[in-house]
């Protein structure tokens, strides 16, 4: 004779088992949201080991590099990616519709220099002066000295940095440099925070 077993057991097995299956999901997703932070966190370490390595070497034009931004009065810090995308002949004709004339307009010829920033690290940046460690140094190895603007704005050459830099923004940013005729511009610089005496180079191509 056939064993019989009750409806009832038969549906708590069931149970036992959809239940057991649940919890099988739900550990399997906990494991997969646990590997995909770890994923994001792995990568932002690798993003923060990767900063600064480019220090005291000289790139081509156009090439990006992740750098560590420290900002010295409040010691604040972030990753940015920095790449120098070009240098242009400017005129001074240019430069005297935004209303700026500097003393030397015989002996200097404008150049601009175009840098774009992003932000790889996890806070905004407020007034980060994203520009102002850009350099430029000449085929005689001298650095040549920026266009002090002001507040003015130079159509041919925007540069103003947001007030605020957000995670993951970008921002193209030019800066004038004025360089004594004779000679051209040969690389472009780039550093911020304790590798001042190591900076990033760009190769200026003719």
């Known amino acids: 004779m056939p064993t019989y077993r009750p409806r009832t057991a038969r549906s708590g097995t069931a149970l036992l088992c959809a239940l057991g299956v649940a919890l099988l999901g739900l550990a399997?997703?906990?494991?997969?949201?646990?590997?995909?932070?770890?994923?994001?966190?792995?990568?932002?370490?690798?993003?923060?080991?990767?900063?600064?390595?480019?220090g005291g070497r000289t790139l081509p034009l156009s090439e990006p590099t992740s750098i560590t931004y420290k900002r010295g009065s409040d010691h604040v810090r972030?990753?940015?990616?920095?790449?120098?995308?070009?240098?242009?002949?400017?005129?001074?004709?240019?430069?005297r519709k935004a209303g700026v004339t500097p003393s030397d307009v015989r002996t200097t010829q404008?150049?601009?220099?175009?840098?774009?920033?992003?932000?790889?690290?996890?806070?905004?940046?407020?007034?980060?002066?994203?520009?102002?460690?850009?350099?430029?140094?000449?085929?005689?190895?001298?650095?040549?000295?920026?266009?002090?603007?002001?507040?003015t704005e130079v159509t041919a050459c925007p540069g103003k940095d947001p007030d605020d830099f957000a995670v993951g923004a970008?921002?193209?940013?030019?800066?004038?440099?004025?360089?004594?005729?004779?000679?051209?511009?040969?690389?472009?610089?780039?550093?911020?925070?304790d590798d001042t005496k190591r900076p990033v180079s760009w190769k200026v191509t003719r």
């Open 170 to 193: 970008k921002v193209s940013l030019c800066k004038v440099f004025l360089v004594p005729h004779g000679v051209r511009p040969s690389v472009v610089t780039y550093s911020t925070g």
């Open 78 to 95: 972030g990753a940015l990616r920095v790449t120098a995308v070009s240098v242009r002949k400017g005129t001074h004709t240019e430069l």
């Open 110 to 151: 404008p150049y601009y220099v175009t840098m774009t920033f992003e932000n790889l690290g996890g806070n905004s940046l407020h007034y980060p002066f994203l520009n102002t460690p850009t350099g430029l140094v000449d085929t005689s190895g001298v650095d040549d000295q920026p266009l002090i603007t002001g507040d």
């Open 28 to 54: 399997t997703t906990g494991c997969e949201d646990d590997t995909a932070a770890s994923g994001r966190r792995q990568s932002a370490t690798r993003a923060d080991v990767a900063a600064d390595r480019d």
